[in-house]
């Protein structure tokens, strides 16, 4: 089963960066690091779900035109409207995945430490819903803890392995080290390299 809505609404119960975002040198390596994965410098537009308080959409929002971001928690939400508040470009809205995926197309989907949290079928899903919104050249990015976490359906290993057998999509990026899986597949498999005419 999935992790259920209470489970993060509790985690921001009275804590506004339940996981140290903000504090953490770790978590703000790994931002530079998932923003330097990107192979493009802006993308048309990004959908970021799972997005909680807000601290990697504040770093996307320069790299687009277009941001939507969402989570289940609806404190989540509030802290990355907040967070968010100087882009005109970018939305934040409450929504559960896969049930509630939205209906726009994206030239970027970022999953982070997201996937884990959703059983097998929810996953298969979500899977399903993300390559449906996806453009014809869309890319999609996924970072994920690898230790286990208590009470979540999958590991690291399982969702990027799950991801790279159901996407289909060329992978033209990845960072794997003993704390976290970083992967970036794309539709069209065109490299930095060869976008700036150098193959």
């Not at 921001?12 to 994965?37: H, I």
């Not at 609806?74 to 209906?103: D, I, K, M, N, Y």
Request: net charge negative.
């Amino acid at each position: 089963m999935s992790v259920a809505t209470p489970y993060f609404d509790e985690l921001f119960a009275g804590n506004d960066d339940p996981w140290a975002f903000r504090q953490r040198w770790y978590e703000q390596r790994k931002r530079a690091l998932t923003l330097a994965m990107l192979t493009r410098p802006r993308y048309a537009s990004i959908f970021e779900p799972g997005c909680a308080n807000g601290e990697l959409s504040f770093e996307l929002a320069p790299r687009c035109d277009r941001l939507l971001c969402c989570d289940t928690a609806q404190a989540a939400v509030s802290l990355a409207q907040a967070r968010l508040q100087g882009f005109s470009h970018a939305t934040v809205q409450q929504s559960r995945l896969p049930e509630q995926w939205p209906s726009e197309t994206f030239e970027l989907i970022v999953l982070s430490e997201l996937c884990y949290y959703l059983d097998p079928k929810d996953f298969d899903e979500l899977i399903d819903r993300a390559l449906a919104s996806l453009t014809p050249d869309g890319q999609i990015l996924a970072c994920h803890w690898r230790p286990v976490i208590e009470g979540c359906p999958q590991t690291a290993e399982q969702v990027h392995a799950r991801l790279g057998q159901r996407l289909g999509m060329p992978h033209l990026a990845q960072h794997h080290e003993s704390d976290f899986l970083l992967d970036l597949w794309s539709r069209d498999g065109t490299t930095v390299a060869t976008l700036e005419g150098l193959r």
